[in-house]
């Protein structure tokens, strides 16, 4: 009853909804970078939210069900074919016992969720399945997925053929139009910059150096109002440090704890999805946001999702 | 504290600010708040995590409802009352509760100090004037950041403090206890780092399946105690069984 990995993909990693109030030991809340593909893939696969997926970074792995599986993948827009089938994402897909999924490379973004009805089977670590590969522990062993890895899951009954239903659901996590550069918009931080607005006024370019613990960026060197020697503050994910050298690093899920250099904003958590789907070379731009703005934008994106479950519910009563 | 700030870390912290420097007594202010504000439990409390001089507080609400949005309007009031009620006699009475030390042993063989020879040149020392006076300081946790258990330490001898590496190595190994700059630190887990290595402890210092997973919490006293390379093998074998 598992899954093997015959290759592992760039970076293939355990990841659920992360741990939380376990920042004062120093240790990340972690959990799936794109929170809203991460909910998708666990809806359409029909598990409880937070269920661990696998989280695909930029190209995905070779895997071979063991076992009949019904499964769900979201986000980046990945290539996947299954036994020579091409496979849509952000669809339920039945795969039968033997069959070998093979993933692709991200088209639209950086990160791909599969999700595995019945959750993947992994021992939690401080509450999570999350894998901290910066601490190297939580999921497969604190690393990324290897090859011969095997991963318990739950099998399913009546699947004898690759199959997947004719409906999609519209996957963006945003309804926001769409064209030109991403936006991302930020509440205000600790630190003014000189001129004021300066993070605003050209589009940033994303580096290869960027992780999971943050995004860094490249652009026309910018400066924090007020210079001089700091000492550590709290950091979150979300938070947009300024080094000295003027280029801003917008903090994901594997922030550190804490930080020494100027806080010049904190993009919102509504737009942590798209910042997850960035990948090395992209442009994005910010804009500036009020705390009630971000919470509206947050409240509707978890309307729809939960639209989207509804919808789901509704088409399984009909089945 | 009428000087102190607070003001919003992202959509679900708060930040409360009582300084901005590395001091003893400003951060001993801010685990005497931590300890306040931990010990009142408000049904809206995730997590408390301090730092130097500031603490960042993490609220449990859910955003999109009433109840939500009026309990972080609550918190924040609250906050602000905590942080005026905070008396300098209620700090002082705070700073004698007697905090817990917790002896580290350190092995400051060369194999395990590779900048000892540096800091003692820096400081115009000799090798066994930095040991004898890096285990006479009097340590406390300031906060535990940058990796799971890794504790920042106040309390170094000024002759010691040495500016970080100018290009920091690749692979500092595990327990190694370092000085950057003001600050002293130990490793728990073999990383990148820019400080200076005066020594290294065979002892754990995070373990994620230990009940409380971090040797050293904030707020805590800290001593080392020097062994050699006999006593560090022992202990390290003693560690990993």
Known sequence: ???????????????????????????????????????????????????????????????????AARIALCGGGIEAECDGTPLPTSRPVAVPAGGVLRLGRCRDGARAYLAVRGGLRVVPVLGSASTDLRAG?????????????????????????????????????????????????????????????????????????????GLRLLGRAIAAAERGERVSEPVVPGTVQLPPDGQPIVLLA?????????????????????????????????????????????????QRLHRIALALDAKRALA | MNDATIEPLGEDALLLRLGRGIDPALNARVHALV?????????????VVPAYASLAVFLDIDPCTDAGVEAFATAGAWLRRQLDAASPEDV????QVPATTVEIPVCYAPACAPDLDDIAAHAGLSRADVVALHCAGDYRVAMVGFAPGFPYLIGLDPRLAMPRLASPRTHVPAGSVAIGGAQAGIYPRASPGGWRLVGRTPLALFDPSWPSPCLLAAGQRVRFRPIDEAAFEALQADSAA
Do not use: K
């Not at chain 1, 939380?20 to 666990?42: M, Q, T």
């Not at chain 1, 011969?148 to 699947?159: F, Q, W, Y």
């Not at chain 1, 919102?268 to 509206?296: K, M, N, T, V, Y």
């Open chain 2, 92 to 95: 002082d009475a705070s700073m």
């Open chain 1, 1 to 67: 009853m598992s899954i093997e990995c015959l290759a592992p993909g760039v970076a293939t990693l355990l990841q659920d909804a992360g741990r939380r109030g376990l920042r004062r030991h120093g240790i990340a809340d972690g959990g799936a970078l794109d929170p809203w593909s991460f909910a998708l893939a666990n809806l359409l696969a029909g598990n409880p939210a937070g269920a661990p997926t696998l989280e695909i970074t930029l190209a995905g792995p070779r895997l071979r069900f063991h076992v």
């Open chain 2, 35 to 47: 300890r306040r504000i931990e010990a009142a439990r408000p049904p809206w409390l995730r997590e």
């Open chain 1, 137 to 213: 522990f939580g999921g497969i062993a604190g690393r990324p997925l290897r090859s011969g890895d095997r991963l318990a899951i739950e099998g399913a009954a009546n699947v004898d053929s690759v199959r997947f239903p004719d409906w999609w659901i519209d996957p963006s996590s945003d309804d926001r139009p769409r064209g030109g550069d991403r936006v991302v918009r930020v509440l205000a931080g600790s630190d003014a910059t000189a001129p004021p607005g300066a993070l605003f006024a050209h589009a940033w370019q994303v580096t290869p150096a960027s992780n999971r613990q």
């Open chain 1, 254 to 302: 594997d922030a550190q704890t804490h930080g020494g250099y100027p806080r010049i904003g904190h993009a919102i958590r509504a737009d942590w999805p798209a910042l997850a789907q960035l990948r090395p070379g992209d442009r994005l731009r910010f804009s500036p946001c009020a705390p009630d703005e971000a919470r509206a934008a947050l409240c509707r994106q978890r």
